[in-house]
């Protein structure tokens, strides 16, 4: 079964940290780009971060600077370290798979495969 489970989700106040953390199983994790996105009610999906089968990242500007995404290929793991959180960062967080894919991308279309979510709530 394909799928990817997030973890580590929970409240902080701002300038806090928190790691997230995604469990994929099911596909060829090592081969496949790596994503998180965020979203609010209301709005659109939000592209956070992505990184390459080779470990290389981006990132959104938003959270450049503050938001490191880490992968580890001999735990099929996907991590994202935020630090110095803002009330802004508040959102349902998604970890998503090009599941067998090598292509990385911002939008939302180029994920087959996605996690229920894990929720951060940072309070001023």
């Known amino acids: 079964q394909v799928q990817v489970v997030e973890s580590g989700g929970g409240s902080v106040q701002a300038g806090g940290s928190l790691r997230l953390s995604c469990a994929a199983s099911g596909f060829a994790y090592s081969r496949s780009c790596m994503g998180w996105f965020r979203q609010t009610p209301g709005q659109e999906r939000e592209w956070v971060a992505y990184?390459?089968?080779?470990?290389?990242?981006d990132y959104a500007d938003s959270v450049k600077g503050r938001f490191t995404i880490s992968r580890d290929n001999t735990k099929n793991t996907l991590y994202l370290q935020m630090n110095s959180l803002k009330p802004e960062d508040t959102a349902m967080y998604y970890c998503?798979?090009?599941?067998?894919?090598?292509?990385?991308?911002?939008?939302?279309?180029?994920?087959?495969?996605w996690g229920q979510g894990t929720q951060v709530t940072v309070s001023s």
């Open positions: 998503a798979a090009n599941a067998g894919g090598f292509y990385c991308a911002s939008n939302t279309h180029y994920y087959n495969t």
């Open positions: 990184i390459t089968s080779d470990g290389s990242p």
